[in-house]
């Protein structure tokens, strides 16, 4: 299958060169001059879509400004969101190391205590760092940067109250809305950021919680759950579906729970909340089978509703241009990025697809390539997505569950990190790596790893998908020894033939 494989590659390396040479000779909106007020590009959002699409045009030629009113760039992923919490998790993580493991390799303390306050500062410098990084590419790539909420007035025109107290009026030939997604509530819940929080507010407790719920068994609960898990608190994740994290592999999904629960968080699943209610000691919630029936309380000092996230795209004024959007708000935009009302583009949370920044940096970029003239891309269906506990998660392509209903005939192979010689070493073995490839071809249709570093080792596989490989690729490749990427390679084996170590 490893030559078939070869031949579809070339094909792809050709095919891909022509799609990216590609010139639309229908661009007509025209470059603006040097000295003009009006920009080409004019980005509404400084987030990893917005930052990254406004570095990207001005690269390209275009003359850029990016508006962001939270006067910090980088959006809620590096001030509020991804960066932070894994800044908290890495931080809790070395924490619960020295508590629980240094011993049984050597290490011995007289005592392991948190200083919650240094572990938030480091957490803050690592933020603080990042957001004047981006500032120093806006001034390296000479994108004008405007602090301040933007909205439309017209479809080239952006009116921006700015930070200052002041108000300016943004030209642009094109406008790219990247401004996002916002927390999502629950009805009748209020969240005040101190008991009743979001996930912002989980990022800058001020004290340990004895009993944290959290309201939600999605990415950013289960990540958030587990920093304060290991740094003391008693966890209870309340989730109205069946399952944790319903978009995981069935199998890589019940290992994952089982682990969790292994480390002390446990699981109310098939419920919903139905009210909760702040007290002089904490906070109370009323519980309710998701098909109705008796309800139940529980207590804790803290609550985190993580129950997913909306598009931001209210007050921005697209009604009033016409821009035309879904029941919950999200843009409706063509193959190329571009709305209903010509030269308004949208990229990111506020378009359908996968809610990463990762997603909306690629959005970014081939949106500002269609714009410059050039032909831009993104595959939704090989993004990948990573949950960022210990042991990690992270997936690219299709589930077993999805295989089996496209009606595909397939195998699937499997390796367990047990095998695997570095994570034995290491004493950090709980795990697998699981690929399923398709039965005739030996196509690779989907990987799912749970490991230590699984976001890292997640991209050999993402590569493999967007070039076609057989699993067979994958497996004849050498790997070096001893690393966890061995037992991707194993699975490999164990997908098209047998795999060595097990």
């Known amino acids: 299958m490893a030559l078939a494989s070869l031949a579809r590659r070339k094909v792809y390396h050709v095919s891909r060169n022509l799609y990216y040479s590609a010139s639309l000779t229908s661009f007509s909106r025209g470059f603006a001059s040097a000295g003009s007020d009006e920009n080409d590009v004019v980005v509404i959002g400084g987030g990893p879509g917005g930052y990254v699409a406004a570095i990207k045009a001005a690269q390209l030629g275009l003359k850029t400004t990016c508006i962001e009113k939270r006067g910090t760039l980088g959006g809620t992923c590096l001030n509020v969101g991804c960066i932070p919490s894994k800044a908290l998790l890495h931080s809790s993580h070395m924490y619960h190391e020295a508590k629980h493991s240094f011993a049984?390799?050597?290490?011995?303390?007289?005592?392991?205590?948190?200083?919650?306050?240094?572990?938030?500062?480091?957490?803050?410098?690592?933020?603080?760092?990042?957001?004047?990084?981006?500032?120093?590419?806006?001034?390296?790539?000479?994108?004008?940067?405007?602090?301040?909420?933007?909205?439309?007035?017209?479809?080239?025109?952006?009116?921006?109250?700015?930070?200052?107290?002041?108000?300016?009026?943004?030209?642009?030939?094109?406008?790219?809305?990247?401004?996002?997604?916002?927390?999502?509530?629950?009805?009748?819940?209020?969240?005040?950021?101190?008991?009743?929080?979001?996930?912002?507010?989980?990022?800058?407790?001020?004290?340990?919680?004895?009993?944290?719920?959290?309201?939600?068994?999605?990415?950013?609960?289960?990540?958030?759950?587990?920093?304060?898990?290991?740094?003391?608190?008693?966890?209870?994740?309340?989730?109205?579906?069946?399952?944790?994290?319903?978009?995981?592999?069935?199998?890589?999904?019940?290992?994952?729970?089982?682990?969790?629960?292994?480390?002390?968080?446990?699981?109310?699943?098939?419920?919903?909340?139905?009210?909760?209610?702040?007290?002089?000691?904490?906070?109370?919630?009323?519980?309710?089978?998701?098909?109705?029936?008796?309800q139940t309380t529980l207590e804790a000092d803290v609550v985190l509703v993580s129950t997913g996230r909306t598009p931001f795209t209210a007050g921005l004024g697209l009604d009033k241009i016409g821009v035309e959007t879904d029941k919950v708000g999200r843009i409706l935009v063509n193959d190329r990025f571009v709305s209903n009302v010509p030269g308004v583009h949208a990229i990111g949370d506020v378009i359908p697809g996968p809610m990463l920044a990762h997603k909306a940096e690629e959005d970014g970029v081939a949106c500002v390539e269609f714009i410059a003239g050039k032909v831009g891309h993104v595959d939704y269906d090989k993004v990948p997505g990573v949950i960022y506990t210990h042991p990690e998660v992270a997936s690219v392509g299709k589930t077993e569950e999805q295989v089996k209903a496209l009606g595909v005939a397939y195998r699937v192979g499997k390796f367990p990190l047990l095998a695997n010689s570095r994570a034995k070493a290491i004493d950090d073995a709980e795990g697998l790596v699981k690929i399923l490839a398709e039965k005739e071809t030996d196509k690779i249709l989907g990987v799912h790893i749970m490991a230590p570093n699984a976001g890292e080792l997640i991209h050999e596989a993402a590569i493999a998908l967007q070039y076609d490989a057989a699993s067979e690729d994958i497996a004849r490749v050498c790997h070096a020894h001893p690393t966890m990427s061995e037992a991707l390679k194993e699975a490999a084996m164990a997908t098209y033939d047998k795999p060595i170590h097990i």
């Open 104 to 294: 049984s390799h050597g290490v011995k303390l007289s005592s392991v205590e948190v200083d919650l306050a240094a572990m938030m500062a480091q957490k803050d410098k690592a933020v603080s760092n990042l957001t004047r990084g981006i500032e120093g590419l806006f001034k390296k790539n000479k994108v004008n940067y405007v602090k301040g909420y933007g909205k439309f007035i017209s479809p080239s025109e952006v009116s921006v109250d700015t930070l200052d107290g002041g108000n300016t009026v943004v030209k642009g030939k094109n406008i790219i809305v990247a401004t996002g997604s916002d927390v999502k509530s629950l009805p009748g819940i209020t969240i005040d950021e101190e008991k009743i929080v979001s996930s912002t507010g989980a990022l800058a407790l001020k004290e340990i919680p004895k009993k944290l719920v959290v309201i939600g068994a999605g990415y950013i609960g289960l990540e958030m759950g587990s920093v304060w898990g290991r740094l003391g608190s008693e966890v209870t994740v309340v989730e109205f579906a069946p399952e944790i994290v319903p978009a995981l592999d069935g199998e890589v999904r019940k290992q994952f729970q089982r682990a969790l629960e292994k480390q002390g968080m446990k699981f109310i699943l098939k419920t919903k909340v139905v009210g909760v209610d702040t007290l002089s000691s904490g906070v109370k919630l009323t519980l309710e089978p998701a098909t109705g029936g008796e």
